[in-house]
Every structure is written in C-alpha cells, then in structure tokens.
C-alpha cells in the first residue's frame, strides 16, 4: 500500500481526481460551477493519465448537457466505466436519460456541483435547488460537506454504485465547496483499487448490451406490464442504504475516516436537533458544539445519503432525547408544505411512531426551513438562530434564515454579533478585482503554508458574476488545528486592500479586527497615501488601531518588468508582515513557487518574479497613523443624487457591497427590474482610457461599433449645440453629406465606464501617415483624465440624439443611433455584447432579443 500524501486543492479538483481514476468514458459539457471538473479530467486525458485500470479515459465534450447525458448513457449500455459533471439547468438537461439509467438499473456515479435555477433572475450561485429537482429520478443521492468528504464520498459513491447496481449522484455545495481551497488526505490509487470490486466491474460489463450476446433493453410498454416493472426494482433500492453504509465502513477500515449515511454529532442527550445536508452541516456542527459548551444540549444530524432516504437508519442517528428538530434546506419548493428535506424528515417520524420504532415519550416538534439560497451566507448565527427557534413555545415553521423577510414575517431574528472563532484560527482577508491576480497569488499563498508547515489551510473567494473586472474578496484561514468554517470570515487579523479605488466603494475595512494588519496598494505612494484616504478610512484606521501598510504596487511591478501583474508584490508583502511564516522562509517559499509556476515560461520570466519580491521588500512602508482624522472629504456618494429612488435604495446598496442588508419588500415580486440601472453604476475599472486625436479621425464609427460596453460613443450635430460645452470638449467638422452643412461631430469615451479593453484601439484605421503607429485613438492613464472626461460625456449625452429612421442602416451611420443597451458588465473584450448593442441601434426599442441564460444575461 503506498503511503498517502497531503494535498491542496479546490472541491473541483479532489473530485475530479478520483472520478477520473475510476472512469473509462467522461462525457462533459461546461456549466459554472462544475466546469473545473470537466477541464481537469480534459487535461489529465490530453497528457495521458491513466485511470486505475491503466486506460487513458476518453473525455468528450457534448454540444449540451443533454448531450452528455445521452453519451453517458450511451457508454454504460456498452459497459463502460463512466462519469460526468454538471451542475443547475445542466442538470435538468439531464433528466430524461437519468429515468433511463435508473430504470435499467445501471451502476454509474455523476458528480454536481449544487447550482441555483434560473426562477425570477439567473444565478450562477450555489443551492440545492438543481439536484433536489432530480430526487424523484430513481437515483441515489449522496451529499459531501466538504473538500476531503467530496473526495472520499466520489470514491464510496462509485464503488456502492456497482453492488447496489443503483447510480449515484454525488453532490457537494457549489462554490461554498466546489471552489474552496483546503488541505486534505489524498487516496491513492491503491486506495481505489481496494474499494473498486473488479467482480461487479465485471458483472457490469457482462450486461452490457453487446452482439456476442444480443437482448432488447428499452423497449416500450403498455399499462399491462409498465407499472410491475417499477415495482420489481424495489428490492434493489431497499437494500441499497445498507451497501453504502459497508461500503463506508470498508472504507473507514482503509482510511480511517468514517461516514454513516446519517452522521450525528452533538451533546449525547440533545433536547435541539437540526437536520441538514452539505457544507452547512459543518458550520451547524461548530455552532452546536459552541453553545453545548455553554450549557445547551443541542446537536446536528449531517445527511449523507439522501436517497434512497433510510427510515432505519435515520432514526438510529436521532438521539432518544430530542424534543425539537428544525429541518434545514437549501430550496425552495413554492407552494409544498415544506422543503424536500423537511418532507422527508417529518415523514420518517411520522412512520417510525407508526411502526413503533420511537420509544415512548413526547413527539418532537419538528419545523423546516430555508437558508442559503444562491449562495446565501449561512454563518454560526444563523444556525444558532435555528436552535433558538426551537426554544420558543410557538416555533416558525417554513422559515427562512439569512434575510429581513418584512412582507411574511418568515424571518428568524440573528443576533449578528454572535461569533465562535478560535483565537488560534489566522484569519485574512484580501479585496482584489477579478484577473488582478488577488485570487491567484491567495491560492498559491495557502499551498506555500499548508504544504510546508503542519497548519491547515482554506480558502474561500467570493467572487461576482460578472467576472473579469469585478471586486473578488478572498477569505483565507490557517490553523494549527483542523479547520471546518465552511463561512465568510467577519473579523480578520490581516486585511489587504489590492485596488486602491475600491476604498471609495466599499467599507473595506469592516472586516478588520481590532488591531489588525492592514495592507493598501496605494499607487499614489507612502508619503501621499494617508492623505489620499477619506474621511471614513482614516476614522476606521484610527479606531480599529490599525498597523497601516502601503506599497505602490503598480509601480514596483512595472519597475520589475510585469507591467500590471501585481501579484507576486502584493503576495511577498503578505508573507512579510502578515507572520503567519517566519520572513525569510516565506520568501524562501515564494521564490519557490514562482520556479513551479512560470519554470515552464523560461527563466526570463522567473526572474522578473525574483526581482519584484526583492523590490518589493525595499518599497514597502509602514506608515506611522496620525492620532486624528485629517482629511476633508468623505467616501463619494455610490450614485448621484439625480439618480432614480429604486437605483438609490436598491442598485445603490447591492453596488456597494450590502445587498445583503436589503429586505424582501425592496425587491419586485416577479423580477422584473427597471431598465438602465447599470448607467448608474460607475466601476472605473480601466488603468487606461483611449483618448481621441481628432485630426487623424477618418469618421468611420469602428470604435464605436465594436466596444463592449457602449462606454465610446459617436454623435453629428448642428454647430450650435456646442454652445456651453466643456473646455476640453472635443469636435470637429464633421465630413459626410447626410446632416448638411455646418455639422460638426464627436468622438467620446465614458471613462469611468471604459473597461480599458483596447478593442476601440485595435480596430481604428484613422493613422498618422508620418508615423503610422500613432492612431486617432490613444490609451492614456485615466485618473487624471477622469474629471474632465466625464464631464464631457455628461454634455455629450445632453447632444441631441439622431432620428435613427432617417438613417441607412450601415456600419458607419448605425452608430450615429443611440445604444439601448449600454455599460454592460460583460468581460473585457466581449464578442456578444457589440452584436446585442448593434440590434438595439438599428431597431431601437421596437425589439425583443431573447437570450439563453448565462454570461450575457
Ligand atoms: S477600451 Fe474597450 S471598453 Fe474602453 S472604449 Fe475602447 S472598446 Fe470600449
Ligand atoms: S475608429 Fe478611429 S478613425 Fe474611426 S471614428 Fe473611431 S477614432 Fe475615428
């Protein structure tokens, strides 16, 4: 038996690892948060790894998930080994060939990242709203808590999978798990091997459907023979609570770690129980074990198999003592009496009293639940509110937990201050912007500490969906114990703040505990930072007490030769102050890192990643914090005051970082949201701007038509709506024929709203013949560039706009039109969004574009 390793990886990855390992045919189609497993398992294939068998799997990817499916499908009925990964619509994608593999009673384990669906708005977040939709298909379904379970339960599922001859679905909380950074025990491929049984591979493989051996399988039927069939497979899904149970405990003789199909953990005579599955399940344990501490008795039962759902089983777990339960789900089912999970628990009680299997005594109350929807924090106050719930006399039943419901009052009361953070758990937190190179640097920063000390390590990014551009903030932990806080961080020891800007949009400094390390890239430089802060930023670092940190990050990346990649800086200045690794380890470790990472990209690139963290630890400051509050202006307002009473109540919040804080009752009932709101919403995400050089301008309208974001726009009007424009508004004549004499005409960028992409630039044949490289458009830093231009852009809104049925509906007069659909929160550099924005100029707002739900959604 070769020995076990620690690793460090993300959800994804540990159970793609195994998957991969115990799979001949991978057939895939990529959905968020899922995707990761299909592109390891491609990688993996594409560089020869071999599954256990000593096989390369084949990976196909499909045009959909239904695809996918149907290729899975496929592959089992020829006897192979196969899986897939999937997560929300994806899933439904899926289900029709799901009733087809069940019914014909196929050993096969599928992996889900659990996705929110699409109701009143898209979410790309996590719930359990996708695998709860499939519960009925006649598959089992298993629920992992975290990386290590995810890892272990994709190795249990399979090998179950095979003697219960009953699928699997393997699921594990999207994001929450499936992207979270941890150090777990890795199982060798000998570890596999002993769980995989090669006579029920075998026996598998001996029904396939083969020529050597020809049967019909799939036929049709009529209301004489249909409904016996269903009931002749009950025998299997009887028994197959019982294999999964030996085949956990086959694996906790191999492993050490044990599972039970429902895990209770808590005080031995728990009068409070709550029920619940995936990653939720660990933060109700930590909280139960907190307040059994201070005199509750109070505990948490973790389902692991939730279907076939085991009365037996389940009642065994449920201590004698109980008195209350409250029933946690992760879905909303409108219009049920209660969640699936609630369902299912209340039935077990109520066939166990029937069937005598409680001993005498009160009857539980039992009351289910909401939390966590679409990636809803579920913190150690929530779980505590669900036990104090149980407490009161008239309990909430269907109540939620995580929002202020003020229209149905389904709400529970938290109290926000409660908190059970070890003092020996390290905690930071990181603002960055997506692709900034935060996330990252924080990844490989947690594999330097938890591979080469004894702490372990997680990580959790919480991300937007808009992507590219928008504020990441990375949530890392390290302890010389075992860490299990599947939640945000409240109070970190280190704060860094990568993008100066966002200071001004978010109170980023919420998160400092007092006394903590705080780090800014301030690309204004030490001596001008403080002055440089608001009003608030400075209070807060006067009373938090704060260890204030600058470095011009941009700067010393750019000195280095990385240009704006300030990662490797921003990384070496954590491990210099943070303390969490002795300096000169750390930087040790670092270096170490960046031959792993760019070995591959030559040694030229190495040692521009040497050179930045050396001068890196040349320019970094502490700065000393005047005892009082100097500055004289305030954190900007997030929008104007002109803006529209929904945009400041609603759009205004949800901007700045607190959407959570809004009520039920702010929100539409049916999702239908009022247009333009993203007008109001500056991001100021471009370092660089384009800037226009009217004499080379050839008035061909490029720009325009292919920028992402509408943030640079064309007009042609009369001379005299010049009148009180701004002094550094440009104009020149404008050289077509179809406005008439005098007009003049307009190129103008939205520099606050400029993602700084380049595609304006790229595309732009306006030249300088004495120097062709000099273009009518030309990117320049934009700070300085920002008031100014701004307040150009207000006066050319205020330009009339043409009448765009008098226009021919070509490249050049199209963008004369005025966009309907503008400041998209696409990536840099989107493809679709030009084509949407292009429709709304020819057609105006006499149009419906219909989209499938995704990215451009
Ligand atoms: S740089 Fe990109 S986002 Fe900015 S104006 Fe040009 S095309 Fe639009
Ligand atoms: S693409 Fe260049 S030449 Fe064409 S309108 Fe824009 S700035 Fe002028």
Redesign the pocket.
Known sequence: MSSRRMITVEGNEAVASVAHRLSEVIAIYPITPSSPMGESADEWSSKDQQNIWGVVPQVVEMQSEAGAAGAVHGALQAGALTTTFTASQGLLLMIPNMYKIAGELTPYCMHVTARTIASHGLSIFGDHSDVMAVRQTGFGMLASASVQEAHDLACIGTSASLKARVPFLHFFDGFRTSHEVAKIEELTNDDLREMIDEDLVAGMRERALTPDNPVLRGTAQNPDVFFQMQEARNSYHDACPGIVQDTMDKFASLTGRKYGLFDYVGHPEAEKVVVIMCSGAETVEQTSAYLNGAGEKTGVIKVRLFRPFSLDHFISALPTSVRAIAVLDRAKELGALGEPLYQDVATALFQAKLRGMRSAGADPVVIGGRYGLASKEFSPAMAKAGFDELGHDNPKQNFSVGVTDDVTGLSLEVDDAFDIESDSVTRAVFFGLGSDGTVGANKNSIKIIAENTDNDAQGYFVYDSKKAGAITISHLRFSPDSLNSPYLIKEADFLACHQFNLLDQQDVLRYARKGATFLLNAPCGKDAAWDKLSRSVQQAIIEKELKFYVIDADAVAEKAGMGRRINTVMQTCFFAISGVLERDEAIAQIKGAIKKTYGSKGQKVVDLNFAAVDQTLANLHEISVPGQVTANRDRPPVVPDQAPDFVKQVTAMMMAGKGDLLPVSAFPVDGTWPLGTTKWERRNL?R???VWIEELCIQCNK?AL???????RVKAYAEKELEGAPASFKSMDYKGKEFGDGTKYTVQ??PE?????????R?CPGKDKANPERLS?E?KPQTPLRDDEAENFGFFLSLPETDRSKLKPNVKLSQFCQPLFEFSGAC??CGETPYIKLITQLYGDRVMIANATGCSS
């Open positions: 471009a660089e701007i384009p720009c292919v920028c992402p974001h509408a943030a640079i960028v939205a709203d400029c993602t700084g992409c380049k595609l304006c630039v595309v458009l990117m840099l550099g």
